[in-house]
């Protein structure tokens, strides 16, 4: 697909912004963070492997990993393979966090493949979930670092009080732009912090380039969550492995559905707390909702408010001198947005 | 009650073993365990400390953080509160194994109290899980000591290992003795060979030292564990908080009935296999099992096989000079033992 985009900062690139910059800047490294996650995901207990590999293989397109990957070579770590069994880590701790995920929400598909839940059951997905996070520490006391073991430790805390968080304010058509705000930065912009940050700790960089790369990624996941979400009433079964109105037939309530809310009178406010709070739905009710999301202009602007969180990680990165990795995580932002469209 | 029993050692003691002794030694050290359990399960996310607070004050012996304590004092540690922080650690670990072990098992009661999953459900089982099992860590990484970081980032894998182990292979009559003695390694020995070598690393004493008292956790762990099972076949619900038969009713297969199993004819597997993998049970079934288990020695010979490990816990000691802590963990063997009468 070649289109023009225009680029915040007024360069304007040929083609619409794609992942493939960053994948071939870091794609060897990540391949032997694949063979590190297969090689420690191993255990003699045949289902540990077979249920993770499946989550594992499944694929996702491995941003976490990447962004630790990113982050040590744009601080110029070179002599060393700790990047690489971190960012390992980083795709452990995610994937725990997903099959557990995945029990809680009672999900069947993820990225259009049976979910592990499905194919094993809801107990294996706990207690395998439980294990890729016990070997991510592993690994993490293996390489030695307090600080990366701190930022790691710290950020699966916060994930799991978002999740607490999220499961007993779910389903509230009156939650707040802020609220909602809080439960992605838990459930994905702090993992997306954490593993730029750790690519900055193995570098032995100063902390202001470590907070500047948690800065990063930080706003990226925010930027990434909220285009998820718009994507999950625009986009087709696909491009995304999942149908559209996911998010809708299970009452999530993101910021689309919040600022609609927030717009709307109270006879669509009546409409939301039927659909999504009482989770009483009709034939043509995601087709309204979509209706009123467009007509209050709730799905634009979710993207204009990732746009914001573009823009912040963009410039977290101006202490770095201009380097192929900057560019190609610049672009990453503009893919994160552009996938809306 | 006033009993004499006879110790393996030869001494009399003119009443039943008890936790008493061990008790009273670290009683002071444990009341401040418990007020860092309550500081650091706190979170603003309300749902967290009430189930947590749920689980963790339902009470249990808090035999775990006991042995941390312990061991930090048979090995001298005095000026510093480490070994209360990290015991703290070690019982958020355990709770939150056995949050998520009832929400495998499915189980509605634990210590005769409704279970966090049958209260809160198991989504917030699981995530609350996820959260103690991080603050731990967080813990760990604050107390910055990669030792004991490492001893708990391996025992919490091999826990979910033998999870996922004892998952696959349960409800089979043909799990052999030492099949079995590796599940209850990995499901109770480990974290209590864990937290007593954590006690000993906070003392900075030799190598030999934490091993030793890894090597009575170990094998304390085991004896437990096998004395718990005979118990689930003998005592009454007054005693457990659980009612006699649980483990049959689920078919679990304990060291009693894999005795049974080998020693019994082709009649009586026919009947550990309807019973115990097929579920298909009876009014009358619980009792002929128990009348089997009584005619082949089964539950004898699981308290004596206890009486063994427990032999090996009390030599682990032997490096040890004589001290009033090192008295407590003896009887605290003969405790495990002795419930089985």
């Known amino acids: 697909m070649a289109v023009v985009v225009n680029l915040e900062d007024g360069r304007e690139r040929s083609r619409a912004p794609s992942l493939a910059p960053l994948t071939a800047l870091v794609g060897d ?22 249920l993770a590999g499946h989550i594992i293989a499944a694929g996702g397109k491995r941003m976490r990993p990447m962004l630790t990957l990113a982050a040590a070579r744009l601080c110029g770590y070179a002599n060393g393979e700790r990047h690489v069994s971190l960012a390992a880590c980083v795709e452990f701790i995610h994937t725990a966090t997903l099959l557990h995920d995945d029990v809680v929400d009672e999900s069947d598909l993820r990225r259009g493949l049976a979910t592990a839940n499905a194919v094993w059951g809801n107990k294996a997905s706990v207690l395998v979930g439980d294990f890729l996070f016990s070997r991510a520490f592993q690994v993490m006391v293996e390489d030695g670092s307090l600080d990366v073991l701190r930022i790691l430790a710290n950020a699966s805390a916060v994930i799991a009080e978002g999740e607490v968080l999220q499961l007993t304010t779910a389903n509230d058509t009156e939650t707040t732009e802020n609220a909602y705000l809080e439960v992605i930065k838990a459930k994905t912009a702090v993992l997306f912090a954490a593993a730029a940050r750790v690519g900055a700790v193995v570098a032995a960089r100063p902390k202001a380039e470590e907070e500047a790369l948690e800065s990063y990624g930080l706003n990226l996941g925010i930027a990434f969550q909220l285009v998820d979400d718009v994507i999950d ?41 039927r659909t999504l709070e009482d989770l009483d739905q009709k034939d043509g009710d995601l087709a309204h909702a979509i209706e009123l999301m467009t007509r209050h202009g709730a799905l634009r602007d979710t993207v204009e408010r990732a746009r914001h969180y573009g823009a912040i990680a963009r410039d977290a990165l101006g202490i770095f001198p201009d380097h192929p990795i900057k560019r190609a995580l610049i672009e990453l932002i503009d893919f994160a947005i552009h996938r809306a469209h």
């Open 233 to 273: 009433y625009t986009s087709t079964a696909e491009k995304m492995g999942k149908s559209v109105g996911d998010d809708f037939r299970d009452g999530k309530i993101t910021l689309p559905v919040v600022l609609s809310f927030l717009r709307g009178g109270e006879e669509e406010r009546q409409f939301w707390r």
């Open 29 to 50: 490294d990540l391949k032997r963070v694949n063979e590190v996650i297969i090689r420690r995901m191993h255990s003699p207990v045949a289902l540990i492997p077979q």
